[in-house]
Every structure is written in C-alpha cells, then in structure tokens.
C-alpha cells in the first residue's frame, strides 16, 4: 500500500515548523554530554588589549553571554615596559576587580560580576613605564571566561600595540631632534649661486688695472 506523501499547507507547516526549531536550537545553544551547553557561533567571547598611547592600554571584552568571572594573562616585554599598573574602567557596571602585577613581564587581571553580566564593556586600562626608546609591546594574552553555571570559556583574544618610534630618536615628536636618526626626514641642502672665495678687497684692486 503506497504512503500519501504530504502536500499543500500541512508540508508547509511542517518546514516552518523544522526552520523554527534550528533557530530555537541556534538561539540558545545546544547540550553536549562531555561539555555542558555550548554556545552559539555568533556568541564566541573575545577580549581585545589595544595601546591608546604608548605605554598605555585598554582592555575591552565583547560578546559577554551571562559572564559570572574572568581571568585573564597578560605577558609583556620587560625590556621595553616596567612599572605596570592596573585601573578600573568603569565600562561594565558593579565589576569587582582584582589584579597582580608582583611577576616582571606577567598582568595578571581577575573580575567577577554578581548578577551575571551580558553585553561589552571595557575592563580595565593599563599604564606602564618606558624603559627606552621603544614604545614597548605586549606579547601575548591568554583570558578564560566563566558563565553564571561555572562553566569556563574559551575567548578570542587580539593585541594592538603601537607602532615604533619612526623617528630614529627614541623621542616622539621632538623638532630639535627630528632627521638625525635613521629614520627622519632629512634636512633640505642649500642650492643656489655659490659666492665667490676670493676676498673682497682683492678683486676690486684686480677691476681698477
């Protein structure tokens, strides 16, 4: 006996009713045995560290879904920054902040957040000294991300330092020193009618004979 295939409105309700239940599922993530809920593609965290100056950094998060805490690593040069310092930004309201800058070259920055917290926002700003020339670097970042269930995260993470000082002086912006590095601008040479080198007097003396 040959099945009736469905045709007209009921196989329509029916694929609108699969296209409504991917989109739930992508909505709120789908369960995985081995590690719990597992959230949306588009809702990946990411942490961002960027210089605004040099020897200055902010550090922003995005794509917060229910963050509870964070701990992040940052790793910089020692060599070129010393000195650090870590202030609260502001930009995610009632964040309780904490950090510890006692090891040469390692930020080390841990925030928690009662009633969890969904959205972006900068975290902190860092402040460093200059140890010489260079505007010094940040090398690395690594940042773990926990929702209200204590379930970690993994984030994305990208550093922006600032470019190196171009003008071969190590001092940014200074007219008395600019174009004696290697890489400053050159000083414009004279070109026009060379005088004479012979004495004035002279060659009035040789007009008269």
Do not use: C
């Amino acid at each position: 006996m040959k099945r009736k295939s469905r045709s007209g409105p009921a196989r329509a309700r029916g694929i609108n009713l699969a296209r409504a239940g991917q989109a739930a599922l992508g909505a709120v993530g789908v369960f995985s045995l081995a590690g719990g809920w597992v959230s949306p593609a588009w809702g990946t965290p990411s942490l961002a560290v960027s210089s605004s100056a040099p020897g200055n950094y902010l550090l922003t998060a995005d794509d917060l879904k229910d963050m509870a805490r964070m701990e992040i690593v940052i790793r910089y040069d020692p060599s070129t920054l010393a000195h650090p310092r870590v202030d609260r930004a502001g930009g995610i309201p009632r964040l309780v902040q904490s950090s510890d800058t006692s090891d040469s070259g390692v930020v080390t920055i841990k925030a928690s957040r009662n009633p969890a917290f969904t959205g972006s926002g900068t975290v902190a700003s860092l402040h460093f000294d200059r140890t010489g020339p260079s505007p010094g670097t940040v090398d690395s970042m690594d940042g773990v991300i926990y929702n209200d269930q204590g379930v970690p995260m993994s984030a994305q993470v990208s550093i922006t330092n600032p470019p190196p000082d171009q003008s071969g002086t190590g001092r940014e912006g200074d007219p008395a020193t600019a174009g004696r590095g290697g890489g400053g601008p050159p000083r414009p040479r004279f070109r026009g009618r060379q005088r004479s080198r012979q004495p004035p007097m002279k060659a009035l003396l040789r007009g008269l004979k």
